[in-house]
DNA sequence: ATTATCTATAGATCTATAGATAATGC
DNA sequence: ATTATCTATAGATCTATAGATAATGC
């Protein structure tokens, strides 16, 4: 029974996982979901209680994912520049690969929802720690520099995410829009990425 | 009646307009809706036939105002990219200034929904459809010239309209967010809309 | 006589649970 | 004996409409 356990929630998850991003928590149905995993709907409420557990424990593990190996960023004496394109590489690479529906579904349904907008934060503090300390050592020395104006340390990881998740979902949209070719929406995925960081440093100027 | 009959009408659908704006298609309710402007909800069914009709005669209706002056930007014989800055400023203008949510509403049920996505363009051919056609010829000159890579006239128009209502969005919600301060935000805003102009014409670069 | 409004309710969903039945571990 | 699964259904909504009642125009 362990291994039939184990399939069937994985099942579950995995198909929860695909109605929520493609449909938005309320837009996603328990049927629906029930459905897609082949399985009595009661099973749902079996393995997850509700609808809403099983959306946070949904998320609370992709969230992980969203912790790239930081490790050597930091051994490698980087400017501060240079770590956060580290950073943003790895958060580009997680946002982009997963689905292409992931950064429209953090913007809409993580950062403009207040009540899951701490899950990043919390799923980062838990899972690198040390990394977000010397992070935030990081920036701190550039706000005593006088290269940044004084800002929280969480409010600028939710600028750096956020534009982020925006210009991907702007990128998402134009791509699955018409007839773009592909080449452009490459160039502009290119592009995006260093203007952004340019764009929030320039806005933190002091 | 006839005074009465506007009316009504005007109060439903100014309370729909902000239900559909706080909580997007799905999550709007035809009751809600009812409440908030103090009618029977069958006066909704009366007035307008049924959600998805009311949703339909409110953005017809509101995106109009998207419709900025431009009758003197082409007059002045500005730029390609001049242009390009007026008309921007007059979309950032209406998708600030409304409600701080219609850049996000814009994101999340016009742009990236492929039913309602013609409405913008719809109303754009209907309102200004000089003004779209001398801007139409000012990017085709451009490619002719070289500066600009073949593009077809409706997806530059999805480009810059999508990419504004993405940033605009993540400014947003940065904003409603935490501790940012106004500045920072004003910032934000400022640097975002030449940036974003700028990256569009890189992205575009032959 | 026509138009506007309300009450009541049909018919579809949707989340969640109760209770019966099947599968596994000991 | 315990765990997993299914069927059936309760209880809440939600959209939409039917039919009665009130308000206005002629």
Redesign the interface.
Known sequence: MKINDVKTEDIILKAAEDEFLEK?Y??AKMLSIARRAGVAHSMLHYYFRSKENLFQTIFARKMQLFIPTYEDLFEKQLSFVDVLRGIRDARDRFLWSQNSRMP?FI??EI??NKKN?GIIFEVLEKNAPQQMFRLKEMLNDEIAKGNI?P??F??FM??LI??D???L??IF??KD????DND?IK??HD??KE?NI???L???RP
Do not use: F
């Open positions: 938005g309320s837009n429209y913007l809409t950062l403009s907008r104006r800002v929280d969480l409010d939710m600028l956020t534009m998740a925006a210009s979902s702007a949209i134009c829009a018409d007839t773009l452009l160039n502009l592009i995006y203007h340019q764009l929030i320039e806005a933190l």
